[in-house]
Protein backbone atom coordinates (compact mmCIF):
# COMPACT_ATOMS: atom_id res chain seq x y z
CA UNK A 1 0.00 0.00 0.00
CA UNK A 2 0.97 3.44 -0.57
CA UNK A 3 0.21 6.35 1.40
CA UNK A 4 -0.74 9.90 0.47
CA UNK A 5 -0.03 12.56 3.46
CA UNK A 6 -2.27 15.59 3.10
CA UNK A 7 -0.97 18.91 3.93
CA UNK A 8 -3.32 20.37 6.23
CA UNK A 9 -1.92 22.25 8.71
CA UNK A 10 -1.21 26.05 8.59
CA UNK A 11 2.68 25.94 10.07
CA UNK A 12 3.41 23.32 6.61
CA UNK A 13 3.52 20.09 8.41
CA UNK A 14 1.51 17.25 7.37
CA UNK A 15 -1.17 14.99 8.44
CA UNK A 16 -3.97 12.83 7.61
CA UNK A 17 -7.52 13.55 6.85
CA UNK A 18 -9.52 14.19 9.71
CA UNK A 19 -13.03 13.98 9.80
CA UNK A 20 -14.53 12.73 6.92
CA UNK A 21 -17.44 14.12 5.43
CA UNK A 22 -18.00 12.46 1.74
CA UNK A 23 -16.51 12.85 -1.30
CA UNK A 24 -17.22 12.96 -5.13
CA UNK A 25 -15.28 11.45 -8.21
CA UNK A 26 -14.03 13.42 -11.61
CA UNK A 27 -12.49 12.03 -13.84
CA UNK A 28 -8.98 12.96 -12.59
CA UNK A 29 -10.22 13.58 -9.04
CA UNK A 30 -10.69 12.54 -5.86
CA UNK A 31 -12.51 15.18 -3.69
CA UNK A 32 -13.00 14.80 -0.08
CA UNK A 33 -14.39 16.59 2.57
CA UNK A 34 -12.75 17.16 5.67
CA UNK A 35 -15.10 18.83 8.42
CA UNK A 36 -12.76 19.27 10.65
CA UNK A 37 -10.71 22.26 8.25
CA UNK A 38 -12.96 22.42 7.35
CA UNK A 39 -11.56 22.24 3.51
CA UNK A 40 -11.90 20.09 0.68
CA UNK A 41 -8.99 17.90 -0.19
CA UNK A 42 -8.65 17.25 -3.82
CA UNK A 43 -6.55 13.87 -4.71
CA UNK A 44 -4.82 13.03 -7.98
CA UNK A 45 -6.55 9.66 -8.77
CA UNK A 46 -3.39 8.95 -10.86
CA UNK A 47 -0.96 9.71 -8.10
CA UNK A 48 -2.71 10.55 -4.89
CA UNK A 49 -0.94 13.28 -4.65
CA UNK A 50 -3.02 15.90 -3.11
CA UNK A 51 -3.88 19.67 -2.43
CA UNK A 52 -6.38 22.07 -0.13
CA UNK A 53 -9.70 24.18 -0.83
CA UNK A 54 -9.95 25.77 2.75
CA UNK A 55 -13.46 26.51 3.22
CA UNK A 56 -13.76 30.19 4.84
CA UNK A 57 -16.60 32.69 6.18
CA UNK A 58 -19.09 29.98 7.33
CA UNK A 59 -20.66 31.59 11.14
CA UNK A 60 -22.49 28.08 11.45
CA UNK A 61 -19.99 24.60 11.74
CA UNK A 62 -20.01 22.62 8.78
CA UNK A 63 -21.24 19.47 8.96
CA UNK A 64 -19.77 15.60 7.72
CA UNK A 65 -22.86 15.27 6.48
CA UNK A 66 -21.77 15.22 2.50
CA UNK A 67 -21.53 17.83 0.34
CA UNK A 68 -23.34 18.84 -3.58
CA UNK A 69 -21.10 20.10 -7.03
CA UNK A 70 -24.11 21.02 -9.12
CA UNK A 71 -21.77 22.86 -11.73
CA UNK A 72 -22.71 26.28 -11.08
CA UNK A 73 -19.04 26.88 -9.55
CA UNK A 74 -20.06 26.20 -5.96
CA UNK A 75 -19.91 23.25 -3.10
CA UNK A 76 -22.72 22.62 -0.90
CA UNK A 77 -21.94 21.84 2.50
CA UNK A 78 -24.66 21.20 5.74
CA UNK A 79 -24.00 23.06 8.43
CA UNK A 80 -25.58 23.90 12.00
CA UNK A 81 -26.57 19.74 12.15
CA UNK A 82 -28.73 20.13 9.24
CA UNK A 83 -30.04 23.19 9.59
CA UNK A 84 -28.37 25.36 7.00
CA UNK A 85 -26.81 24.91 3.95
CA UNK A 86 -23.67 26.84 3.50
CA UNK A 87 -22.50 27.75 -0.40
CA UNK A 88 -18.94 28.07 -1.04
CA UNK A 89 -17.10 29.02 -4.16
CA UNK A 90 -15.92 25.88 -5.64
CA UNK A 91 -12.80 28.35 -7.28
CA UNK A 92 -11.51 30.47 -3.94
CA UNK A 93 -13.60 28.33 -0.91
CA UNK A 94 -14.68 31.25 0.13
CA UNK A 95 -18.58 31.45 1.45
CA UNK A 96 -20.97 32.47 -1.19
CA UNK A 97 -24.37 32.38 1.15
CA UNK A 98 -26.16 30.75 4.28
CA UNK A 99 -29.26 29.33 3.32
CA UNK A 100 -32.17 27.79 5.67
CA UNK A 101 -33.50 24.62 5.18
CA UNK A 102 -37.79 23.90 5.51
CA UNK A 103 -36.59 19.97 6.08
CA UNK A 104 -33.09 19.91 8.11
CA UNK A 105 -31.13 17.58 6.21
CA UNK A 106 -29.13 14.34 7.41
CA UNK A 107 -26.95 14.37 4.22
CA UNK A 108 -26.18 16.25 1.09
CA UNK A 109 -25.17 14.96 -2.24
CA UNK A 110 -24.83 16.03 -5.90
CA UNK A 111 -28.12 13.79 -7.84
CA UNK A 112 -26.46 14.10 -11.33
CA UNK A 113 -26.35 17.88 -11.91
CA UNK A 114 -28.51 19.04 -9.34
CA UNK A 115 -28.42 18.88 -5.39
CA UNK A 116 -29.85 16.13 -3.34
CA UNK A 117 -30.96 16.33 0.48
CA UNK A 118 -31.83 12.86 2.41
CA UNK A 119 -34.37 14.87 5.05
CA UNK A 120 -34.12 14.07 8.60
CA UNK A 121 -37.51 11.91 9.46
CA UNK A 122 -39.43 11.46 12.88
CA UNK A 123 -42.51 9.61 11.27
CA UNK A 124 -42.95 6.98 9.54
CA UNK A 125 -43.87 6.71 5.86
CA UNK A 126 -42.75 10.12 4.91
CA UNK A 127 -39.96 11.07 1.93
CA UNK A 128 -36.60 10.87 2.49
CA UNK A 129 -35.22 11.99 -0.70
CA UNK A 130 -35.62 15.41 -2.05
CA UNK A 131 -33.75 17.29 -4.82
CA UNK A 132 -33.67 20.86 -6.20
CA UNK A 133 -36.62 21.78 -8.21
CA UNK A 134 -37.39 25.89 -9.45
CA UNK A 135 -35.14 27.12 -6.15
CA UNK A 136 -37.39 24.45 -3.93
CA UNK A 137 -36.44 20.67 -2.46
CA UNK A 138 -38.90 18.19 -3.37
CA UNK A 139 -39.55 14.65 -2.77
CA UNK A 140 -37.22 12.58 -5.54
CA UNK A 141 -37.14 9.14 -4.63
CA UNK A 142 -39.87 6.82 -3.01
CA UNK A 143 -37.60 6.03 -0.39
CA UNK A 144 -39.50 6.71 2.80
CA UNK A 145 -38.84 6.85 6.80
CA UNK A 146 -39.90 3.66 8.54
CA UNK A 147 -40.86 3.28 12.17
CA UNK A 148 -39.32 2.53 15.22
CA UNK A 149 -40.58 2.84 18.96
CA UNK A 150 -39.10 5.84 20.26
CA UNK A 151 -37.70 9.07 18.89
CA UNK A 152 -33.83 7.88 18.63
CA UNK A 153 -34.54 4.51 17.56
CA UNK A 154 -36.61 6.69 14.35
CA UNK A 155 -33.16 8.50 13.69
CA UNK A 156 -30.97 5.84 13.48
CA UNK A 157 -33.25 3.76 11.56
CA UNK A 158 -34.12 6.37 8.94
CA UNK A 159 -30.34 7.48 8.68
CA UNK A 160 -29.59 7.78 4.75
CA UNK A 161 -26.07 7.25 2.97
CA UNK A 162 -24.81 8.22 -0.45
CA UNK A 163 -22.10 6.68 -2.66
CA UNK A 164 -20.38 7.14 -5.58
CA UNK A 165 -22.47 6.65 -8.23
CA UNK A 166 -22.50 6.44 -12.90
CA UNK A 167 -24.55 8.30 -15.10
CA UNK A 168 -27.31 5.98 -14.73
CA UNK A 169 -27.56 5.11 -11.13
CA UNK A 170 -26.42 5.76 -7.78
CA UNK A 171 -25.80 3.77 -4.62
CA UNK A 172 -27.88 4.22 -1.55
CA UNK A 173 -28.36 2.75 1.88
CA UNK A 174 -30.19 2.53 5.62
CA UNK A 175 -27.08 2.98 8.18
CA UNK A 176 -29.35 0.27 10.54
CA UNK A 177 -31.21 -2.44 8.88
CA UNK A 178 -31.28 -5.29 6.32
CA UNK A 179 -27.77 -6.02 4.05
CA UNK A 180 -29.32 -3.66 1.07
CA UNK A 181 -28.34 -1.17 -0.96
CA UNK A 182 -31.21 1.15 -3.25
CA UNK A 183 -29.57 1.98 -6.97
CA UNK A 184 -31.08 5.48 -7.84
CA UNK A 185 -32.02 6.13 -11.18
CA UNK A 186 -31.85 9.85 -13.17
CA UNK A 187 -35.83 10.03 -12.98
CA UNK A 188 -36.24 8.21 -9.24
CA UNK A 189 -36.85 5.21 -9.34
CA UNK A 190 -34.86 2.54 -7.00
CA UNK A 191 -33.63 -0.93 -7.53
CA UNK A 192 -32.79 -3.15 -4.50
CA UNK A 193 -29.80 -5.33 -4.07
CA UNK A 194 -28.92 -7.58 -1.70
CA UNK A 195 -25.42 -7.66 -0.35
CA UNK A 196 -23.25 -9.50 2.01
CA UNK A 197 -23.06 -8.68 5.53
CA UNK A 198 -20.26 -9.57 8.05
CA UNK A 199 -22.75 -8.34 11.02
CA UNK A 200 -24.59 -10.82 13.43
CA UNK A 201 -27.95 -9.98 14.85
CA UNK A 202 -28.87 -9.63 18.66
CA UNK A 203 -29.87 -13.26 20.08
CA UNK A 204 -32.76 -13.79 20.86
CA UNK A 205 -33.97 -12.29 24.14
CA UNK A 206 -31.07 -10.58 24.32
CA UNK A 207 -31.87 -6.73 26.48
CA UNK A 208 -31.21 -3.67 24.50
CA UNK A 209 -29.67 -0.87 26.90
CA UNK A 210 -28.91 1.25 23.83
CA UNK A 211 -31.59 2.79 21.65
CA UNK A 212 -30.36 1.05 18.19
CA UNK A 213 -28.82 -1.81 20.01
CA UNK A 214 -31.47 -4.20 18.27
CA UNK A 215 -30.13 -2.94 15.26
CA UNK A 216 -27.36 -4.52 12.85
CA UNK A 217 -25.34 -2.00 10.73
CA UNK A 218 -24.04 -3.59 7.72
CA UNK A 219 -22.99 -1.34 4.93
CA UNK A 220 -20.52 1.77 5.59
CA UNK A 221 -19.69 2.50 1.89
CA UNK A 222 -20.79 1.98 -1.56
CA UNK A 223 -19.06 2.48 -5.16
CA UNK A 224 -21.00 1.77 -8.10
CA UNK A 225 -19.30 0.99 -11.60
CA UNK A 226 -20.61 0.38 -14.98
CA UNK A 227 -19.40 -3.52 -14.43
CA UNK A 228 -20.54 -3.85 -10.66
CA UNK A 229 -20.77 -2.48 -7.30
CA UNK A 230 -18.20 -2.47 -4.24
CA UNK A 231 -19.35 -2.22 -0.61
CA UNK A 232 -17.43 -1.57 1.79
CA UNK A 233 -18.35 -3.93 5.49
CA UNK A 234 -20.01 -1.66 8.60
CA UNK A 235 -20.24 -3.47 11.75
CA UNK A 236 -18.41 -7.09 11.91
CA UNK A 237 -19.86 -9.84 14.29
CA UNK A 238 -22.35 -8.95 16.81
CA UNK A 239 -21.38 -5.68 18.81
CA UNK A 240 -22.84 -2.91 17.08
CA UNK A 241 -20.86 0.44 15.74
CA UNK A 242 -22.32 1.96 19.08
CA UNK A 243 -20.48 -0.59 21.55
CA UNK A 244 -16.86 -0.40 22.87
CA UNK A 245 -14.89 -2.69 21.28
CA UNK A 246 -16.79 -2.81 17.89
CA UNK A 247 -15.36 -4.47 15.03
CA UNK A 248 -16.04 -2.38 11.81
CA UNK A 249 -15.25 -1.47 8.40
CA UNK A 250 -12.74 -4.69 7.39
CA UNK A 251 -13.87 -5.85 4.20
CA UNK A 252 -14.43 -4.83 0.61
CA UNK A 253 -16.95 -6.85 -1.64
CA UNK A 254 -17.31 -6.57 -5.46
CA UNK A 255 -20.72 -7.88 -6.43
CA UNK A 256 -21.30 -8.53 -10.18
CA UNK A 257 -23.78 -10.22 -12.06
CA UNK A 258 -23.70 -14.10 -12.25
CA UNK A 259 -20.16 -13.99 -10.97
CA UNK A 260 -18.83 -14.83 -7.34
CA UNK A 261 -18.22 -12.23 -5.06
CA UNK A 262 -14.62 -10.71 -4.94
CA UNK A 263 -14.04 -10.01 -1.42
CA UNK A 264 -11.06 -8.49 -0.33
CA UNK A 265 -10.02 -8.22 3.31
CA UNK A 266 -8.42 -5.19 5.56
CA UNK A 267 -5.81 -5.31 7.88
CA UNK A 268 -7.06 -2.11 9.48
CA UNK A 269 -10.34 -0.58 10.15
CA UNK A 270 -11.71 1.47 6.64
CA UNK A 271 -13.95 5.00 6.59
CA UNK A 272 -14.40 4.83 2.65
CA UNK A 273 -14.09 3.70 -0.68
CA UNK A 274 -12.61 6.76 -2.36
CA UNK A 275 -11.57 5.14 -5.52
CA UNK A 276 -12.22 1.64 -7.73
CA UNK A 277 -10.94 0.14 -10.80
CA UNK A 278 -9.75 -2.93 -12.30
CA UNK A 279 -6.50 -3.08 -10.50
CA UNK A 280 -7.48 -2.13 -6.20
CA UNK A 281 -8.85 0.25 -4.49
CA UNK A 282 -8.13 3.39 -2.70
CA UNK A 283 -8.98 3.39 0.37
CA UNK A 284 -9.71 5.93 3.47
CA UNK A 285 -8.72 4.20 6.70
CA UNK A 286 -10.34 5.08 10.32
CA UNK A 287 -6.69 6.51 11.28
CA UNK A 288 -7.19 8.83 8.44
CA UNK A 289 -4.57 7.71 6.58
CA UNK A 290 -5.25 7.05 2.50
CA UNK A 291 -3.93 3.67 1.05
CA UNK A 292 -3.59 1.97 -2.56
CA UNK A 293 -5.12 -1.71 -1.94
CA UNK A 294 -4.44 -3.95 -4.22
CA UNK A 295 -6.82 -6.83 -5.51
CA UNK A 296 -5.95 -10.27 -4.37
Same mark, same amino acid.
Given at each position: MSAAPFPLLA? /? +???PVGEYGGRSITPTEIRVLDASVPAIVRIDRTTLAASLLSLAGADAPVDPYGF??? #?? #????? %? /? $?? $??????? +?AATGELVDTRSLADPGQGIATLWDRVGIFAVRIGSGERLVLRQENGAFVPFSPLVSRPAPEITSRLIRNLLRSGSGTSKE?? %??? &?????EVF?????? $? &?RSIRVPAFAAPPGPGEPDPEPGAQFTYPVRDAFLRDDGLWILSNQEGARTPLEPGATRGRHAVFLRAGRPDRVVRLDREARALLDAGSRGLVVLFADGVVARVALP
Open positions: D /G +SQRAEP #GD #GTVWV %L /G $GR $GRFVHRF +SIP %LWY &TAGPALLGRTG $G &T
